[in-house]
């Protein structure tokens, strides 16, 4: 009996280490994981930031485009009725 007392401590032990060495490597990948994902919502984020950027540029300079035209128009017609106006007398 008395051989049997050390063998069962030294196996409890053995398997007090062992879950603590499993505990530790699943922290290590479950940090990993954590920080992957991290990783992974920065870049979406930074994507949508891009995206929402480049979206507001297309617009910007669509009206940019229109107002130059119109600009042109107005300067147009006003410079050839001016135009009317001192020849015609």
């Known amino acids: 009996m008395a051989t049997e007392a ?3 401590l030294s196996r409890r032990h053995l398997s007090y280490d062992q879950f603590e060495e499993a505990f530790e490597r699943e922290a290590q990948l479950e940090e990993r994981r954590r920080a992957e994902l991290r990783r992974r919502a920065a870049n979406r984020s930074k994507a949508r930031r891009i995206d929402r950027a480049e979206r507001s ?3 910007r300079f669509s009206v940019l485009a229109v107002a130059l035209t119109a600009t042109t128009v107005v300067v ?3 410079m050839f009725e001016m135009l009317a106006w001192i020849v015609g007398g």
């Open 6 to 8: 050390p063998t069962a």
């Open 57 to 59: 540029g297309k617009v």
């Open 76 to 78: 147009v017609i006003v």
